[in-house]
């Protein structure tokens, strides 16, 4: 197939470029720096230039694939506080490829993220009512959540539409995300902590486990399936905590509930929530197992610290 990918030079696009690769695709990656067009003309793919906001060369590009795999987000302005917006644009992006692809029964996959429930663990059924009034709060889960149903929703248009929903930790070297945020507050604080009695989870999963749940998607997932990228179910934060202060050579530590936003800063909400979450369905839909090694035996090997 003729694969379009957003998002392709990302940290779980550099994975699937070259998944889709190995297995016979051809890629054309959406490029919005020459550093991320040079990325991807090394990794093999096409590459066209343009950013969400170019519309039209979505549309233009999704017409001429055989099918999307849609990575990008705007990550940039999310993080300096406007969710909402970012949102936004990921919605536009998602309706103008869903009206390209639409009555052509072409593949289109999207990432999103597992649901946050507390006290139980996230299956493929749940997290399929979003709030549009947290949403339109700039609420993150309940944003993400409504673009992945309008995604499943293309499915009755003619669109073979999937989600692949990520756990929070998508590890491996080059990682930039919670882990590395939860050592570099560590080594800042010189604890190694974790909130309240640190029994929440969180779910995780090798980036090159996840970037294989994609091509699946793309090449069998029935219209409008769920799917979670999740190799492990969940591990308790306090157990994290002791990883990196094991790695660090710091005492770990509970910061009590009332203090989490001073000590943690914007990584406070994420830590304290639970994201456990299945993914025993999609592997009897799709037989995806994952392969490579787990979150802690990923951080043994040390380069996280480095």
């Known amino acids: 197939m003729r694969v379009f990918v957003t998002g392709a030079s990302g940290w779980i696009g550099s994975a699937v470029v070259p998944e889709l690769i190995g297995a016979g695709h051809q890629v054309v990656g959406l490029a919005r720096s020459d550093a991320a067009a040079e990325a991807l003309t090394a990794a093999g793919a096409d590459v066209v230039r343009g950013t969400l906001d170019d519309l039209d060369v979505l549309r233009g590009a999704a017409a001429d694939s055989d099918g999307v795999v849609h990575l990008a987000f705007k990550h940039d302005i999310a993080f300096s506080g406007d969710f909402k917006g970012a949102g936004e644009a990921d919605r536009r992006a998602v309706e103008v490829i869903g009206e390209a692809l639409a009555g052509s029964d072409r593949p289109f996959t999207i990432a999103s993220g597992t649901p946050a429930l507390p006290g139980r663990v996230a299956t493929e059924r749940d997290g399929h009512d979003p709030d549009p009034a947290a949403a339109d709060r700039g609420d993150a889960q309940h944003v993400r959540a409504l673009t992945a149903e309008l995604t499943l929703s293309l499915a009755a248009r003619g669109v073979r539409s999937s989600v692949v929903r990520l756990a929070p930790t998508n590890h491996g070297e080059g990682d930039n995300g919670f882990v590395p945020a ?53 591990l308790p934060v306090r157990d994290l905590a002791e990883v990196v202060g094991r790695q660090l050579g710091l005492p770990v530590v509970s910061v009590p509930a009332s203090d989490a936003d001073a000590h943690f800063g914007w990584l406070a909400g994420p830590l304290a929530a639970n994201r456990a979450a299945s993914s025993v369905l999609t592997r009897e839909l799709l037989g995806w197992e994952p392969v490579q090694p787990g979150l802690v035996a990923d951080l043994e090997q040390g380069h996280y610290f480095k």
């Open 182 to 234: 939860l050592i570099h507050i560590a080594r800042a604080k010189g604890v190694s902590g974790y909130i309240a009695d640190g029994t929440n989870r969180w779910s995780a999963a090798h980036r090159l486990d996840s970037a294989h749940l994609f091509r699946l998607a793309l090449e069998k997932a029935p219209a409008g399936s769920t799917l979670h990228a999740v190799a492990e179910e969940g």
